[in-house]
């Protein structure tokens, strides 16, 4: 794989990331709400360089989240084009536990978010990537929307159990309320905006909106999806 440079705020870049391409995975970048507006240029150098297919990813009810429009109105966007789209939609990913939480588990023996006692499917993001490759590879995806999900609905509290076994050392879930959460955020110099974001996201689990099993991974890649357990293994052996 030779690597490109390459920048949505760029279109100077757009072309030689592009060359003799014939269809895109499209991940905007996150934390970013104006995601919609940064997108619409390479969009259009897609459409006009008639690359048909573009998988792109979204999240599990986003749409849900008045202060998010973004994702819905990129795919508004896609689909008013000639595109061959396919839409992920995956749940909260297994790797977050190792991404965002690893001082807290390691050093302070809690995971930390504002989710209540919510249940979710913590998806592996190698599975996701997985039904990425299988629609941008085969037929049959086009039109199609994929919630992706893992194979078990935990809550916070359940993952801190999960990681609790595996790590051999007792992690806890304070379960903090927004205004606290708010508080120990600010505390540690995040800022407001992010805040903000990360407790519209958590309200998703904590109001019951993402408690769903699928069995998309195993449909359209012929392989179960991997346990939280498996990835926190994985993650915490490394």
Do not use: C, W
Request: net charge negative; glycine share 4%.
């Amino acid at each position: 794989v030779n690597a490109i440079a390459f920048d949505f705020e760029d279109a100077s870049s757009f072309a030689k990331a592009t060359a003799d391409v014939d269809r895109v995975f499209l991940l905007a970048p996150p934390l970013n709400t104006k995601a919609d507006v940064l997108l619409i240029p390479f969009i259009e150098h897609l459409e006009q360089e008639k690359i048909k297919r573009v998988v792109y990813v979204s999240a599990l009810e986003i749409d849900a989240l008045p202060s998010m429009p973004f994702h819905a109105n990129t795919i508004k966007l896609l689909q008013s084009k000639s595109f061959e789209l396919t839409v992920l939609q995956p749940s909260f990913f297994a790797q977050n536990f190792k991404n965002y939480e690893f001082e807290n588990i390691t050093k302070h023996n809690i995971i930390y978010a504002v989710a209540g006692e919510g249940k979710v499917g913590f998806v592996d993001a190698e599975d996701i990537g997985r039904v990425a490759a299988t629609a941008l590879t085969t037929h049959g995806h086009s039109g199609k929307f994929y919630e992706i999900t893992g194979p078990e609905l935990l809550s916070y509290s359940d993952a801190a159990n999960v990681i609790s076994e595996v790590i051999g050392k007792t992690i806890v879930y304070p379960n903090p309320t927004a205004e606290q959460f708010s508080q120990t955020l600010a505390q540690a110099g995040a800022p407001a905006f992010i805040v903000d974001y990360m407790i519209d996201v958590y309200s998703l689990i904590a109001n019951n909106r993402v408690n769903r099993i699928t069995s998309v991974v195993e449909n359209v890649t012929g392989r179960k999806p991997t346990s939280l357990k498996e990835v926190i293994k994985r993650d915490f052996s490394k």
